[in-house]
């Protein structure tokens, strides 16, 4: 069983960077699969970003390529999101997510997580 707890959200203007962090119970973190989840009113839940179970290999959607950045802190046990370039369109709650499979890519379908985190909430103004 992994619980996760997300972090660092809040209300920015636009051009403006948050971090997002996710703490992970559970000893093999290391060896987890993590993803990052938007979701905005009205709308189906969107991939932000991810890295495979090792971390060496990521992945981003194609609205925050060249914006976002994932990371992963092992010996804290804690995924990162760093948001920089911030767009109201980015306004959401944003969801970590993890599993325990071990595949070479970054995985970006939702239903593939098996834990997720209960969100926290990023509002980008004009």
């Known amino acids: 069983q992994v619980q996760l707890v997300e972090s660092g959200g809040g209300l920015v203007q636009a051009g403006d960077s948050l971090r997002l962090s996710c703490a992970a119970s559970g000893r093999t973190f290391s060896t987890t699969a993590m993803g990052w989840f938007r979701q905005a009113p009205g709308k189906e839940r969107e991939f932000v970003a991810a890295?495979?179970?090792?971390?060496?290999?990521?992945d981003y959607g194609d609205s925050v390529k060249g914006r976002f950045t994932i990371s992963r802190d092992n010996a804290k046990s804690t995924a990162y999101l760093q948001m920089n370039s911030l767009k109201p369109e980015d306004t959401g709650v944003y969801y970590c997510a993890a599993t325990q499979r071990r595949r070479g890519i970054p995985i970006m379908a939702p239903d593939m997580y098996d834990y997720w985190g209960q969100g926290t909430q990023v509002t980008v103004s004009s």
């Open positions: 890295f495979n179970w090792n971390g060496i290999s990521t």
